[in-house]
């Protein structure tokens, strides 16, 4: 019994040294450019677009993985990146410049965001639409919840940005962006 208790302190001491898996991560906040400039389209969004008096380019587009839409007339646009509104005034002077159209009317809104990942100790982990002004604890509410194993505290959270996959820790109230991947890791006690 004796050499169960030590045994058990020991494995104790272990883990508390190690560390939770999140104990070395800085905080992943939002940069400046995500904050000042809103949603930036991604491969993966469905947008709607309408032009005023061209119902062939008045459809819905899925972002391709190279981050462009191809446009009927036009041919592909480079979208990632970019806001509705970038979008809308780019098309809208492509269509003036090849004498499509002199003052087109273009409107571009964002049909269906890209999913945001959230695996670990959630009941349903998996891929979902991202909402926005999404937290961390709304994705966690949207995967089931928390499993009973759950750290409650602090996450992991996988983001890309301009290419690079950069990591950090996360809390209930940190906000995430589509293409996110939320780990929750197991409670060590």
């Given at each position: 019994m004796m050499i169960r208790s030590i045994?058990?302190?020991?494995?104790a001491l272990t883990l508390a040294a190690c560390g939770s898996p999140t104990s070395r991560l800085e905080p992943l906040p939002l940069t400046?450019?995500?904050?000042?400039t809103g949603y930036q389209l991604g491969s993966g969004d469905k947008v709607r677009m309408v032009v005023?008096?061209?119902?062939?380019?008045?459809?819905?587009?899925?972002v391709s993985d190279s981050g462009t839409i191809s446009l009927?007339?036009?041919?592909?646009?480079?979208?990632?990146?970019?806001?509705?509104?970038q979008v809308e005034q780019e098309v809208a002077a492509i269509l003036t410049r090849e004498e499509l159209a002199r003052n087109p009317s273009v409107n571009v809104q964002v049909e269906e965001y890209r999913h945001f990942f959230i695996t670990g100790e959630v009941k349903r982990p998996g891929s979902y639409p991202f909402v926005p002004g999404m937290s961390v604890l709304t994705a966690i509410s949207i995967a089931g919840g928390h499993t009973f194993r759950a750290n409650t505290k602090s996450y992991s959270i996988n983001r890309t940005e301009n290419g690079n996959t950069v990591k950090g820790k996360?809390?209930?109230?940190?906000?995430?962006?589509?293409?996110?991947?939320?780990?929750?890791?197991?409670?060590?006690?």
């Open positions: 045994l058990a302190l020991l494995i400046p450019s995500q904050l000042e005023g008096g061209f119902t062939n380019l008045s459809i819905e587009y899925r009927p007339m036009v041919g592909a646009i480079d979208v990632a990146g970019k806001t509705t509104t996360g809390t209930d109230d940190t906000r995430i962006l589509p293409g996110d991947t939320i780990v929750v890791h197991e409670s060590w006690f």
